[in-house]
């Protein structure tokens, strides 16, 4: 269902029912969709953040080295013109 702004603010509960039992609810502006409705997630660790890259990332020795943002910095430095020339 394609749902203008300003008829959501004055619905929005309902849309929140029709969220939760499934419906899909876009919202528009000006005719165009720039927002979807959807229910929130009931994943425990994706509310609290903590957990939710476990498995996923493998990081490296070094990875966060001084050492290895060198080439970096010195990079922006010559581009900022803040090298010292």
Known sequence: M???VREAKSNLSKLVASVRKGEKIYL???GRRVAELVPASTDRA???GYGMFEG???LYPGWD???ADAPILA???VLTGRDGQ
Do not use: H, M, V, Y
Request: proline share 6%.
């Open 2 to 4: 394609d749902i203008g």
């Open 75 to 77: 990079s922006f430095e």
């Open 56 to 58: 996923k990332l493998n």
């Open 28 to 30: 528009t502006n000006r």
């Open 65 to 67: 080295s001084p050492d």
């Open 46 to 48: 994706w509310r609290r």
